[in-house]
């Protein structure tokens, strides 16, 4: 009932790859949870899909009944790292 996409856009997409993601959002779009987590804003997701139109309906499927969290400030990783810096 629920899937998890970790770090999107980490690693462009080939188009191939593209269009299954597009499906396995839109078959679980007022389905299913999805719970994804990304750095890049909204306006940078076509450099993922090079594909503005598949990029805007997987956009337009992803917004619609969503929350958008956003976590500003220092990493939290970093700050509890085992590497200390000076």
């Not at 996409?5 to 299913?32: F, H, M, R």
């Not at 076509?46 to 619609?64: G, P, Q, W, Y």
Request: hydrophobic share 40%.
């Amino acid at each position: 009932d629920l899937l998890i996409c970790d770090e999107w856009g980490y690693i462009p997409i080939d188009i191939e790859g593209a269009k299954l993601l597009y499906q396995v959002i839109a078959g679980c779009y007022e389905k299913k949870s999805i719970i994804l987590t990304t750095n890049l804003e909204f306006s940078k997701w076509n450099s993922i899909f090079f594909d503005e139109k598949l990029t805007n309906a997987i956009l337009d499927r992803m917004v619609h009944h969503s929350h958008l969290l956003i976590f500003d400030g220092p990493s939290w990783r970093l700050q509890n790292s085992l590497m200390k810096y000076n």
